[in-house]
């Protein structure tokens, strides 16, 4: 019997696992929206969460907490610096994730995992260039 049993495994072990998590955790913080599969990004996005929770501290004790989850350091400047602050009056819901496609080679549901203010830069078309480069 599977009772009381929760969480999503894989396929790997512990110590797999907890690296692909911390992977993709990292990842999201340095990029602020990736694309994965969508139990990988349902299992990461608690994780996630509360990370950007115990960083709208903003002390010594939360930056030793989340260094000691996240792999790069960069991913955790830029949580203190970018995305905390702009989470400060949110409680929660810092996420959200969109189904996009089927993967080609197995068919495994896509999705898209970003922040919620995320916005997307789209390049400048020519005609505007050429409208800057005249003023």
């Excluded at 969508?38 to 994780?47: D, E, G, M, Q």
């Excluded at 905390?84 to 189904?99: M, Q, S």
């Excluded at 549901?109 to 997307?120: L, R, V």
């Amino acid at each position: 019997m599977n009772h009381r049993v929760s969480g999503r495994k894989f396929s790997r072990t512990h110590n797999q696992r907890k690296a692909l998590l911390r992977g993709l955790v990292t990842s999201l913080f340095e990029h602020q929206s990736i694309e994965t599969t969508v139990a990988k990004a349902k299992a990461i996005k608690p994780i996630a969460e509360r990370l950007v929770t115990i960083s709208k501290r903003n002390d010594l004790h939360a930056k030793r907490l989340v260094m000691s989850y996240l792999y790069t350091r960069s991913a955790a400047v830029k949580l203190f610096s970018e995305i905390a602050p702009r989470f400060a009056h949110t409680n929660g819901g810092y996420l959200r994730i969109i189904k996009t496609r089927q993967r080609v080679n197995d068919r495994a549901p896509m999705a898209i995992i970003q922040f919620t203010d995320y916005e997307i830069k789209q390049p400048k078309k020519k005609e505007e260039k050429k409208e800057e480069k005249k003023n």
